[in-house]
């Protein structure tokens, strides 16, 4: 079973998601060039929106290099006696093993690591109930090869955070230690044509003397203005198989992720910019088996703005027709619920009118209510 998102949001002038130039990010669709988000921005967006642990009820995951330092403050916060150097000393041993080399300061991971609180905590108990020997010269090598063999296996396949159920981790260095992503993240991209702007800024010296004139600094900024196309499918299998078969917590992630795909806006600039525009139409789709159906396509043929309709209403204008061409050729079999949700009562849908529902409760009710009560699986 799938669950997939269509999202068409409008932002106002802004530079959500920067390139290595300091400018929004784009490329080209469709022979044009579009504004674009990368699914990157998106997912960290998404996972740190407070809706999503509320709506999870269980902590989102820690990306970090820092594991060294995190587990050396849990352990010594349950066992002051510990000193810092004799931790220290068990960790940098133990830290390589079980998930990445060590860089020359001795601290931080060759690489991210991805951690549920549960995993980290299980961590630290197995370390205490393992201290003495894990601190004994002779004792430790042997010690650490049995508790590394045993935690791996362990957490292998499976997690308690919602946010990396979702969205997996990779683990070169310990392949078991990887997890397979339960969603797919499009890039988000504007459905038209975008030509990027530039902003000529200056800042005032406020200890200027009265007769010194000109600006304490000056610079430029890249911005634009786009209606986005936004797309993300989840795996409910995978799902409730990463999180070790808890339905009901697979069920309230991807809750979570709906509220949150809705309510987070990536934080790029937005203190000079404040493009915090909700999305104006959203369409959830879930399907028993088949392929994925990303409604990109739709936008091929760059939309413009017809009179003075904008571009939101010849957007969603396109998705619908779009999706109405792919139910008549390739059929509605596997389709268990379709549910969409407007912001302006009146953008004409002809494909999806029967899908509407009028409140972002009713929508995200629909979704969930389609999903298995018990089984992982239908």
Partial sequence: MFVELHMIQNFAPANLNRDDTNNPKDCEFGGVRRARVSSQCIKRAIRTCPVFAETTGVDIGTRTKRLVDLLRKRLIEVDPSKGEAEVTAVLTAFVPRYASKLEKDGEKTAVLLYLGRAEVDSLVQALLENWQDLADEKAQADTLSRLVKTLVKAHKGQTSAPD??????????????????????????????VTMEMDFFTAVDDKNPEDTAGAGMMGFTGFDSACFYRYARIDWNQLVDNLNGDADLARRTVEGFLRAAVAAVPSGKQNSFAAQNPPSFLLAVVRRDGMGWSLANAFERPVSSRG??????????ALDAYWGRLCQVYGTDTLVCTAALALEPDLVLESLEGARVDSLEGWVGAVTGALPVEEGTI
Avoid at 166 to 181: Q, T
């Fill in 164 to 193: 990396i159920a979702l969205f997996g981790r990779m683990l070169a260095e310990k392949p078991e230690l990887s997890l397979e992503a339960a969603s797919q993240v499009a890039h988000a991209i504007s459905t038209h044509r």
């Fill in 308 to 317: 003075n309709d904008g571009l939101i209403v010849p957007s969603v204008a």
